[in-house]
């Protein structure tokens, strides 16, 4: 996304300090647990299991201590380097965790009917940003997400050093103390042989949210846009279909979640020759589905971003976007209901050229309602929750 500013992030979820079936630790924050009684979903199915490799991994990476003390991770979690790597990671989740209430609170406030109808989030250029769409939307089945990012295998921790830890509170420092990802920094902190891509970032971020990864595979998208499973499992990653699916769950429940991340380019160059894709996004359940646009560099107020933005207002049935998303003059209002949120302005001066006088106005006259946390790139936040008329769906 191209972001050379580095903001404090005044939003954050409801997340937890814990560690990976054992005691948590005596500093960590319990936060409040968010929305419906998901403990109860599934309540017939198996109970569900963790891979306890990839647990423990993501647990060692995200400087969470192994209970178990015959793991082959165990003894390089009494090392020196890592009990420092584990400290630095609690100051940086610390840090995060201060907000968590603010988002907790808009989520159960404004956003109840798009959790209770939606089972899907499809979030175009959000990157490896699990985070947010997790907080604002944490019980969906699915989430979709979209970046140039390269998706990369799971974690493997092979002989870890003191600038290998490095690379990881790095990775996710940007998503902890601000709202997004800085694309020029990904590109950096992903080209290296300990952090292959995004997958082992999402990793480490459920353990520090208290899920429990089941598997990790790579996928791909058929021309008839169905996720099926990657034919050639021997290719390395940055030859494979570029889509990886996380199955999880938060720990306490039964609830098996799916996340997807797709590596590719959304512009019309991209999209228009890339029919799986396109078929994908085709057979969404546009009343099941709902978008969730952040810190989207303005991207969709290009003309060369056209195919996309018509996707999602043709698909979704509800989208939360802040004014880097799809532009106020696309939304038509005898279609949709939108509440905003926050202050608008104008943008800050990189993106000065998308003044959106339109919303400007807008939010002079519609009367919308204050947020208590920042989220994006501007110090005054704003979002814009807009949901399909009930006439309007097909």
């Known amino acids: 996304m191209n972001i050379k500013y580095v903001m404090l992030l005044v939003g954050g979820m409801i997340l937890t300090f814990s560690s990976c079936e054992q005691k948590k630790k005596s500093a960590n924050i319990v936060v409040t647990e968010l929305s419906r009684n998901d403990s109860a979903q599934n309540t017939n199915a198996p109970k569900l299991k963790g891979d306890k490799e990839l647990n423990e991994t993501a647990c060692f990476v995200a400087g969470m201590p192994i209970e178990d003390k015959k793991s082959k991770l165990y003894a390089l979690t009494q090392t020196p380097e890592w009990k420092k790597h584990s400290k630095n990671m609690d100051q940086i989740w610390n840090s ?3 907000s968590a209430p603010k988002i907790m609170a808009f989520s159960q406030d404004e956003l109840g009917a798009v959790n209770d109808q939606c089972k899907t989030i499809f979030y175009p250029f959000g990157g490896p940003d699990y985070l947010f769409p997790n907080t604002f939307f944490p019980n969906m089945d699915t989430y979709f997400l979209i970046g140039l990012e390269r998706a990369g295998n799971a974690a493997k921790v092979k002989h870890p050093s003191a600038a290998t830890y490095r690379l990881y509170q790095n990775a996710v420092s940007d998503i902890l103390n601000l709202s997004f990802f800085r694309t020029i920094d990904m590109k950096a902190e992903l080209s290296n042989d300990t952090i292959d ?5 999402i990793s480490m971020l459920m353990a520090r949210s208290e899920r429990k990864l089941v598997s990790i595979k790579h996928k791909m998208i058929n021309q008839a846009g169905e996720i099926v499973e990657e034919k050639d499992e021997s290719l390395p990653a940055n030859k494979k279909g570029k889509l990886v699916e996380i199955k999880f769950f938060k720990e306490g429940t039964n609830h098996l979640q799916t996340l997807y991340f797709l590596s590719t380019d959304l512009s019309n160059g991209g999209l228009s020759g890339n029919k799986p894709l396109m078929a994908y996004i085709d057979k969404l359940n546009k009343e099941t589905t709902a978008c969730f646009i952040k810190s989207a560099s303005y991207l969709m107020h290009m003309s060369y971003f056209s195919i996309i933005r018509d996707a999602i207002l043709e698909h979704v049935s509800a989208i939360m976007q ?9 939304y038509d209002k005898s279609k949709w209901d939108i509440q905003l949120y926050g ?13 959106q006088t339109d919303l400007r106005d807008a939010y002079q006259t519609m009367e919308p309602k204050p947020i208590n946390f920042r989220i994006g790139y501007a110090r005054q936040s704003n979002l814009q929750l807009s949901i399909l008329k009930k006439q309007n769906e097909d």
């Open 96 to 98: 995060f965790l201060q």
């Open 197 to 201: 891509g995004v997958v082992p970032i």
């Open 322 to 330: 802040d004014d880097s998303g799809i532009p106020w003059r696309f």
């Open 343 to 355: 202050a608008f302005n104008e943008p800050i001066s990189m993106f000065a050229k998308y003044p």
